[in-house]
């Protein structure tokens, strides 16, 4: 069985990224040409699922929007003969009826917010992505929850993506706890424990979360306990190690590199990254970069 449903949780402040924020939905963010909602759409429906649950705020009206006809714009394009930027934008909006709505009143944690989808969930495993999450595939391999519903096909445990920090990094997400013996080099790991933003020092490993989840319906009665965790918000990560007293959970390796676009450097790494891979702004961006290297590299040395 794979999850046929998703949560997006759109209804963060995004303080990181102000003032861009404050009237703009931080997932409307663009990385070349698209904004981070449209990676996060076209990432779950990739995988097989067939509802996608946002969970929106108040000013994030635009969210939906990009994902519906604008017949003034498409009959311009008509006319102009420009079929194929006509069909790029109609094949955005999904089968009528996949997309929900549900709101998050108060920003009051990523666990709030998945809550917040209960009633649209049901009693079904169900996937979670976090859009300022962006994560490229490595050529060759599927889309990371895509990799991840085939993985759950054949264990049917609750997992979480996780790939390797740097200890001074820990701080910065929910860290898993590996059983003693698991194997930590390969695809799957066993956890025993989570722990949100730990201190480099309380750490009790490098493997960090990142947003990316298939949860079992369980969870749901745990958020609704609405226990506050690290920085006073209801965390997911707190829920999740919960979960686990009663069933297994697994961190899962994924095949890609994963980029904030929630913090403004990790941003600009996913827009040249992704600029980098197409050939015609490759050609255009390289001797650019090559320009930038020696200029502030000759003004940082000694
Ligand atoms: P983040 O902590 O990265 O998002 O949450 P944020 O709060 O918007 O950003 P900063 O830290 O203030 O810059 C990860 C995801 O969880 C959602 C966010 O929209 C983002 O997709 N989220 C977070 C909610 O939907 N509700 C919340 O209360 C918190």
Known sequence: MRPRTAVIPVAGLGTRFLPATKAMPKEMLTVVDKPLIQYAVEEALAAGIERIIFVTGRG?????????????????LRERKREGLLQQIRSLVPTPGCLLFTRQNEPLGLGHAVWCARHLVGDLPFAVLLPDDLVWPKEGAPPIMQQMCDEFEHQ?????????????????????????QADTTGRLVQAKGLVEKPAPHDAPSRLAIIGRYILRPEIFDLLGQKKTGAGGEVQLTDAMALLMQDHPLYGFRFQGTRFDCGDKVGFQMANLALALEQHEMRERLLPFLHEQLTHWTAQTSP
């Open 60 to 76: 994030k009206e635009m969210l939906a929007d990009h994902f519906d006809y604008v017949p003034e714009l498409e009959g311009a």
């Open 156 to 180: 049917h445990h609750s997992m979480v993506a996780i790939m390797t920090v740097a200890q001074k990094e820990t701080h910065k997400y929910g860290i898993l706890d590996p059983v003693a």
